[in-house]
C-alpha cells in the first residue's frame, strides 16, 4: 500500500514528536521568562514582554519560519568572517526548527502562564512572605505548582498547534514525516495514499496528547475539588 515507504514515513514521524518535544521545552522556558517581564514592576522589562508576545502572535507562523531561518542563516553568514570564521556556515534544519517554533511558542506561552499566575490569589504570596518564606523558594513551592492547575488548558492548547505547526518546517528542508511523505507523493504519483497516512499519524499524535493531558488535568485538579468540597 505504502511501496515500501512506511518505515521511512516512521523515522520521519519520530522525528517529527522529537522535534515537538524539543520545541515545547523551549517555548515553555521562554515562556516563563516571557510571563516574569510581563508581570514585572519594571516598565521597560514588563513592555520589552509584551512587544515580544504581541509581535509573534500577531505574525503568521509560516512567515516567522521562514524570516528566522533565512534571515538568521543570512545574519550568522555575516557576522561570522567578522569574528575570524572563513568558511560559509550552514544551519542545521532540525536546530532551526527548534529554534524557530520554540521562540514561536514561547509568546504563546507567556501569554499562557501571564493569564495563569493571575489566577492566583495574592494572599498566597503574601502568606508565604509573612512565614518568612524567601522569595525564589515562595515561587517554586507556592506559586508555581498553582500556576500549573491553571495553565494545563492554555497548555494543552498551545501543544496541539504546536505540534501541527511541525509540518511547516519541511518548507526549510527537515526530513520529518510531512517531508518524506511529499516525496514518496511524487515518487510514486499517489499523494491521497501518503498524505492521508501523515494525517493519520499527525491525529493519533494529538488524540494520545490530548487524552495524557486531560488525565494530568484531573490529577492535578484532585487537591482543590477536595478543598471546595
Not at 575570524?84 to 544551519?91: C, E, L, T, V
Request: net charge positive; aromatic share 12%; with cysteine.
Amino acid at each position: 500500500m505504502l511501496h515500501g515507504y512506511g518505515s521511512t514515513i516512521l523515522d520521519g514521524a519520530w522525528l517529527t514528536l522529537t522535534l515537538a518535544l524539543t520545541s515545547m521545552a523551549l517555548a515553555i522556558a521562554l515562556g516563563l521568562i516571557g510571563a516574569a517581564c510581563r508581570l514585572s514592576p519594571l516598565k521597560w522589562l514588563a513592555l520589552l514582554g509584551e512587544s515580544y508576545a504581541t509581535l509573534v502572535r500577531g505574525l503568521p507562523d509560516l512567515v516567522l519560519i521562514l524570516l528566522i531561518f533565512y534571515g538568521g542563516q543570512d545574519l550568522v553568514n555575516r557576522v561570522a568572517p567578522l569574528l575570524g570564521h572563513p568558511g560559509y556556515i550552514d544551519i542545521n534544519p532540525f536546530i532551526a526548527g527548534v529554534g524557530t517554533l520554540g521562540f514561536i511558542f514561547g509568546a504563546y506561552f507567556s501569554e499562557t502562564f501571564r493569564g495563569a499566575f493571575m489566577a492566583i490569589p495574592k494572599g498566597q504570596g503574601e502568606a508565604a512572605a509573612a512565614y518568612g518564606m524567601a522569595a525564589t523558594k515562595a515561587f517554586f513551592r507556592i506559586l508555581v505548582p498553582q500556576m500549573i492547575r491553571f495553565a494545563i488548558p492554555g497548555f494543552t492548547n498551545n501543544w496541539l498547534v504546536l505540534t501541527k505547526s511541525t509540518a511547516l518546517i519541511s518548507v526549510i528542508g527537515l526530513q520529518d514525516m510531512m517531508y518524506k511523505a511529499k516525496n514518496a507523493a511524487d515518487a510514486t504519483h499517489e499523494p491521497f495514499t501518503f498524505f492521508l497516512t501523515v494525517a493519520v499519524l499527525y491525529l493519533a499524535l494529538t488524540s494520545l496528547s490530548l487524552l495524557t493531558l486531560r488525565y494530568l488535568e484531573r490529577h492535578v485538579s484532585v487537591g482543590m475539588k477536595a478543598a471546595v468540597l
